[in-house]
């Protein structure tokens, strides 16, 4: 999987200052709404199954910094993650 880091190094940092350690920001949609969730469910069955997804449709380089998801809605997205345990944190 790539990640794309097209940001400068200061802004890169501000973002991943609100990002509690052990989660990540992750890009909703159309929109990229920005949902923070738990790093450890880059490993759920469901989770992988729509990186996947995503890696087969779109690929991973987005030039746009941080893991995008464009194929899900905010809603989908946020039903996914709900179905992992905690719900993500919407922010």
């Known amino acids: ?3 794309a880091r097209s940001r400068s190094s200061a802004s ?3 973002a991943a200052a609100d990002v509690p ?3 990540l920001a992750v890009y ?3 929109s990229r709404k920005r949902f923070v ?3 450890a469910y880059l490993k759920h069955p469901s989770f992988v199954l729509l990186l996947k997804r995503v890696e087969d449709e779109f690929g991973f380089d987005h030039r746009c910094g941080g893991l995008t998801i464009p194929c899900a809605t905010e809603g989908d997205f946020a ?3 709900g ?3 905690s719900a993500a944190a919407d922010l």
């Open 37 to 39: 969730i738990r790093t």
């Open 12 to 14: 890169a940092s501000a």
């Open 83 to 85: 179905g992992m345990g």
């Open 21 to 23: 350690r052990g989660h």
């Open 79 to 81: 039903s996914i993650v």
């Open 1 to 3: 999987m790539h990640m």
């Open 28 to 30: 909703v949609g159309e």
